[in-house]
C-alpha cells in the first residue's frame, strides 16, 4: 500500500510526458491489471490525460470485466466531451450493465458529463438524451437495503457483493 502513492504519481507523470497516445495505451492496459491498487492509479492518470482518454475509456467501458467497465464510466464521466458515442456507451452501461455498481457509477457519469456540456455548450443538443436515459434508470432500478441490513451484520464486518455499492478486486 505504501507504493501506491509513488504509482498514482507515476501515474499522472506519464499523464503528463507530451505523448498522449503513448500515454493513454500504457495506462488503458494497466486498467486490466489484477491489482486494484495498480487499476485506480491508471485511471488517475487516464482522467489527468483529459478528453484525450475519451477512446480508451470507450473502450475500457465495454470490457467483459465489470471493475473494467466501471472505471471506463467513471473516466468518461470525468473527462469526456458528450458525443454520440459517448453518451450511447454510458447509458449501455446505466440501462444493461449486470453490475449495480457499474449502473450507478453510470448515472453519476452521466450526470457530470451532462453537466459539463451545459457548461461548456460541446454537447448540448444531447443533454435532453442524458436526463431521459437518467429518468428511465430510476423506473428500472429497485431500492437495496443496506449491506449491513441485508447481512445482519456490522458495517465493518459486511461481505461486498454485487448487489452492493463496495467495488473490489477484479
Known sequence: MRDEPRRI????KLASCGDV???TRLL???LSNERESVRRAAIYGLVAAGPDATDVLLQASASPVKW???AGVHGLGEVAPLTRDVLDA???RLA???SAYVR???GIALGCIGRRAIATGVGKSLVPDCADALLDSLAQETNRLGMNIAQNRSIKFVRPT???DVCEGI
Open 68 to 70: 473494467v467497465r466501471k
Open 28 to 30: 488503458g492496459k494497466a
Open 162 to 164: 454485487d448487489e452492493c
Open 104 to 106: 450507478s457509477t453510470a
Open 21 to 23: 497516445v503513448l500515454a
Open 90 to 92: 454510458v447509458t449501455d
Open 9 to 12: 504519481g507515476a501515474a499522472y
Open 96 to 98: 444493461n450493465d449486470p
